[in-house]
């Protein structure tokens, strides 16, 4: 009995995973564009989000000696 369970519930897992993955390809688009992206745009954008990513990451490496040079709070 118990084998005949896990293989149905085999089959009901399968089943949801086929349905999720038909769910996720009808949000996948196969046409082009219908706005093309200049260089420049590219460019830009790519840029932004170069600086999003880094801009964080120099400010801490710049201002890491004031990190260290903090003394620590006395003990209550």
Known sequence: ???GLSGAMQ???MTGAR???QKRRSS????PPKNKIGPGQSFFIMSVFAF????PAGWILHHLPEY???SE???S
């Not at 996948?28 to 046409?31: A, G, P, Q, R, V």
């Not at 999003?52 to 801009?55: D, I, S, V």
């Open 68 to 70: 260290r040079q903090r």
């Open 11 to 13: 089959l009901r897992s």
């Open 52 to 55: 999003a990513l880094l801009a």
């Open 73 to 75: 709070p006395p003990l």
């Open 19 to 21: 349905v999720i993955l």
């Open 1 to 3: 009995m118990l084998v």
């Open 28 to 31: 996948i688009y196969s046409k």
